[in-house]
């Protein structure tokens, strides 16, 4: 089994090839003779500087100026996530709800305000991400709620769930 | 004028701007006294200061609002006078008044100044009165329906602010009627919400302009010298990220004019302290009062690298009654300094907030370069204060050298655990528009495309790669491993 190692949303695998007399590793299919050392890599013989920090699950490289934000994957997660499927409005930032502008059952087209969120003393109007129906208001007026929270769940509009089945 | 001097000072304020306040403090052989919320004890800038005095509060914020336990602290540790920075209650003008109250000095202006000049409206009449250029408005109100009606008759586009506001709390810019009545409900939620003041203000909104602004230092008796224009044009969610002196590409004449303008201002309003006046700038040339911000600004360090001036030590003495350190005539400018501000936050998600930890810092170290921060390995970064992590400030003997110094230093440093703006402000400064001096405060969405993050160049992604699965342990360990390891790997945990 692969590394998979998650950059922006993408995936990349990482598998050992070999590990004497040195180091080779498949990188998104490609084989790379690696040396690693504190503070620098060593690939196919051409070397990079390298800044790390360890946050939690985020693994922070930077090299050449440049920031990669690196996440391991959990596979059992991923399959948790996968079994969802439904439309959800998610919290971009940490905040709490300053006003709805749906209630549960109301029908919204896509880009409608649905509520206003308040975050770092900003206001911000988050709308539906596509046409549906409220299914459930999780966050109400006043709650707060994490970075990346469901606020507010969606079901599809009835005569195009009844347009995907026929 | 000869005055008194202060043999201890309290710094009301927190992070990067209370640290670079005790920092000239303890040039000058002044005590400083720091105060801190309990969720930020062992702070860098409470470890620097001579005591540090814990104050209290539902929230860091409400703690650092708290004028009356402020002014407590202030007596109790036995300082004379108290230093607000920017921000909290650098501009409260009910706070500067106690404090005097209290037989303590306020380093800033009088109360009186600061209440005239924190209203959108008193400042920008006395302005108007003293032959400084102001834009078409609509009358602060908190009457919708007549708010409405007046800047429908003015036209469009149109800026909306919360009467009382700054920081972007409450601005919008609205291009036609039918978005103007729910532009004018937030703006005024917002401005009830957090100045306790829900009047709103429209003005003419200027196509393509330029945020030009003038340091000045006056004296409280009618004495004022300006120390040169800074542009902050380089704006997101309508606050500064990037910030030179001295602007780019303005007419020596026109400068002039500006510049004098701001003094004219200073000096009619009997200002004291050092204190900045902001305008906009349209390609036609006409400048139109913006507002008088009453205390330090955050971009003040650009101004003190061309000018060789530090500002806060111009305060402290200011403040102390020794009048203004220098005349007009000896202002002298040299090069040209650029200001990142370096933020926790998304350029890829509209600029919004993160949060995460300082993992890693590393910072360059040049003669040319000030890095003013307060940040420690380990700490958290939260959403309990400003998203602002540090200013990288570079001067250079012109403006290319001051841009492509920036660039370096930018993408020499490490500040790692947090998603932050750092490549993403190399990239501005790379930008041709910027180079070229092209800027107004559209310049970010203008730009958005070629602005955006480029994909990684295949080795240098692989070597990112290739370092991060190292980091991981268990990864480490099955390359590391003698013998031959069989098992299949498992869960990928850091």
């Known amino acids: 089994m692969a590394l998979q190692l998650r950059l922006k949303g993408r995936e990349h695998s990482i598998e050992i090839v070999a590990r004497r007399p040195e180091l080779v590793l498949r990188i998104d299919g490609v084989e790379h003779r690696v040396a690693v050392m504190p503070g620098a890599v060593m690939l196919d013989g051409r070397a990079y500087l390298f800044d790390e920090g360890v946050t939690g699950d985020r693994h922070f490289v930077r090299i050449d100026g440049r920031t990669f934000d690196l996440e391991a994957v959990d596979p059992d997660l991923e399959e948790e996530a996968a079994a969802g499927g439904l439309d959800v409005i998610r919290a971009p930032m940490p905040g709490a709800v300053v006003s709805l502008a749906k209630a549960e059952g109301d029908q919204v087209r896509r880009g409608e305000t649905v509520l206003t969120i308040e975050s770092m003393k900003l206001q911000t109007a988050l709308t539906a991400p596509r046409d549906g129906v409220i299914e459930r208001i999780v966050r109400q007026e006043g709650q707060t709620f994490d970075k990346d929270e469901a606020v507010v769940l969606l079901v599809p509009l009835e005569e195009d769930a009844r347009e995907q089945t026929s | 004028m000869s005055g008194k001097s202060f043999s201890k000072v309290l710094v009301a304020n927190r992070g990067e701007i209370a640290c670079r306040v005790m920092r000239t403090l303890d040039a000058m052989g002044i005590a400083s006294v720091a105060i801190h919320h309990a969720a930020e004890a062992g702070a860098a800038h409470a470890r620097m200061a001579g005591e540090a005095v814990e104050i209290a509060g539902d929230t860091p914020v409400a703690a650092h609002l708290d004028g009356r336990q402020i002014i407590e602290a202030a007596l109790e540790t036995g300082a004379e006078a108290i230093h607000p920075g920017y921000g909290f209650l650098s501009e409260n003008a009910g706070f500067a008044r106690m404090v005097a109250e209290a037989g303590l000095t306020f380093i800033g202006p009088d109360a009186d100044v600061i209440a005239l000049m924190g209203d959108k409206i008193s400042s920008r009449n006395f302005a108007q009165k003293h032959g400084v250029p102001v834009a078409p408005s609509v009358m602060p109100t908190e009457e919708l329906d007549e708010f409405v009606r007046q800047a429908e008759a003015i036209g469009f586009p149109l800026l909306i602010k919360a009467s009382a506001g700054g920081g972007g709390k409450g601005m919008s810019i609205v291009r036609e009627a039918s978005g103007l009545r729910e532009a004018a409900r937030i703006a005024a939620s917002e401005a009830q919400r957090y100045f306790g003041d829900g009047r709103v203000y429209a003005e003419t909104y200027v196509e393509r302009p330029r945020h030009i602004e003038v340091q000045v230092l006056g004296d409280g008796e009618g004495g004022a010298v300006h120390l040169g224009e800074r542009e902050c044009s380089v704006q997101r969610r309508f606050q500064k990220i990037i910030e030179e002196a001295p602007a780019a590409r303005l007419p020596a004449s026109l400068r002039d004019e500006i510049c004098e303008a701001a003094v004219r201002l200073a000096k009619a309003a009997k200002y004291r302290n050092a204190g900045t006046v902001e305008f906009i700038l349209g390609a036609d040339g006409r400048f139109f009062f913006l507002e008088m911000n009453t205390r330090l600004q955050v971009e003040h360090p ?193």
Not at chain 2, 359 to 379: K, M, S, T, Y
Not at chain 2, 401 to 423: F, P
Request: charged share 30%.
């Open chain 2, 302 to 494: 650009v101004t003190e690298m061309v000018t060789g001036i530090d500002l806060v030590r111009a305060q402290i003495e200011i403040a102390a009654g020794k009048g203004l350190p220098l005349a007009q005539k000896d202002v002298r400018f040299e090069g040209h300094a650029i200001e990142c501000r370096i933020c926790a936050e998304d350029p890829e998600r509209d600029f919004m907030p993160e949060t995460g930890r300082v993992a890693r810092l590393r910072v360059p170290d040049r003669d040319w370069l000030r890095f003013e921060n307060a940040l420690d390995e380990g700490r958290a970064v939260t959403a309990d204060f400003d998203p602002m992590l540090a200013k990288l400030v570079a001067h250079g003997p012109d403006r290319s050298m001051a841009v492509e110094r920036s660039i370096a230093a930018l993408k020499d440093l490490a500040l790692l655990g947090v998603t932050t703006n750092i490549d993403y402000l190399g990239r501005v400064l790379d930008h041709p528009a910027f180079r070229a001096g092209d800027l107004h405060t559209g310049f970010v969405s203008e730009h958005r495309e070629a602005l955006a993050e480029a994909e990684p160049e295949p080795g240098i992604l692989a070597a990112a790669l290739a370092a991060a699965a190292m980091g991981l342990r268990e990864f480490r360990d099955l390359v590391e491993a003698v013998p031959e390891p069989h098992a299949t790997i498992g869960g990928w945990r850091n």
